[in-house]
């Protein structure tokens, strides 16, 4: 008899001990199963919506075209959102504010181009418009003339890969940006490239800024050496270049103030000192 009772208190133990133990290891096991569902769930919304680099270049999300008419409401007020965006822009506002800003100037190219020429023009004409540029760009000039900072915007309609902006359109970009800072450079102020090196450091995605800095290397006669590169905001090279542009000999019977409106002229915002009774146009003869 007693001995039943010991085997009936053990028998009771070990069920206490398996019951008061259980019930634990199965809330553990239900709150990692769902730990681990919450965080699979939220690293799958985040990827979706900040997808890392190689993932975005080989499956890019689909975007919706840009607006098919030019002038409509909706692509007036697509530009004039993203010309609200560049003027805000972090690293526009800190140059802007920096103790030498009294040093560069602004332009913007195209600008006050004729109509009649810019529809022939490959930038300001068949590229230009939502979606692809939308805007002229804004060129921070250093009055010496010897370097440039050039905020643009790449629109979804300039890819070569889907969300990745074609390479050619870099190096047409390129070549005009640094373009201009040669040819101001030059004599006549005109000039044609002669070599132009690319290296394509990363992929530019689509739909953002960009920032291409251009810097003079040499002048030599009618030649002149000029270095760039595109940068995104954040400072990653995504394309380094090099350039020659040489001014041609019939570079005088070439119209080179049309040339300097497409390229953005400096401001001229001097002031006009004249002496007591000097004749602002000593060539008119007076009556």
């Known amino acids: 008899m007693f001995a039943l009772r010991r085997l009936a208190r053990i028998t009771i133990s070990r069920n206490a001990r398996f019951f008061s133990i259980s019930p634990p290891r199965r809330r553990q096991t239900l709150g990692t199963v769902a730990a681990v569902t919450v965080a699979s769930v939220v690293a799958g919304t985040l990827g979706a919506i900040y997808p890392p680099p190689p993932i975005a270049i080989l499956f890019p999300r689909a975007a919706p075209g840009p607006p098919a008419e030019p002038d409509s409401p909706q692509s007036i007020a697509y530009s004039q959102s993203l010309e609200e965006q560049l003027q805000a822009l972090p690293y526009l506002q800190s140059l802007r504010g920096q103790d030498d800003s009294r040093d560069w100037y602004e332009t913007r190219p195209y600008k006050d181009f004729p109509e009649e020429r810019r529809v022939n023009n490959l930038t300001a004409g068949a590229l230009r418009g939502p979606g692809r540029l939308a805007l002229t760009p804004l060129i921070r000039v250093r009055k010496d003339e010897s370097e440039s900072i050039v905020f643009i915007h790449l629109g979804r309609g300039l890819c070569g890969h889907d969300g990745i902006v074609h390479g050619g359109l870099l190096a047409t970009l390129l070549d005009e940006t640094l373009a201009r800072t ?101 060539g008119h003869k007076h009556r």
Request: no cysteine; proline share 7%; glycine share 6%.
């Open 182 to 282: 040669a040819i101001i450079n030059l004599p006549e102020k005109v000039g044609v490239t002669a070599q132009l090196s690319l290296n394509y450091r990363a992929p530019t995605m689509a739909d953002q800024f960009v920032v291409i800095k251009t810097r003079i290397q040499e002048v030599k006669g009618r030649k002149a050496t000029v270095i760039g590169r595109v940068e995104d905001l954040k400072g990653t090279i995504l394309v380094e270049a090099s350039a020659m542009f040489v001014q041609p000999r019939y570079a005088k019977l070439l119209h080179s103030a049309q040339l300097r409106k497409q390229m953005g002229e400096p401001p001229s915002d001097e002031p006009i000192l004249l002496a007591d009774g000097q004749d602002l146009n000593p």
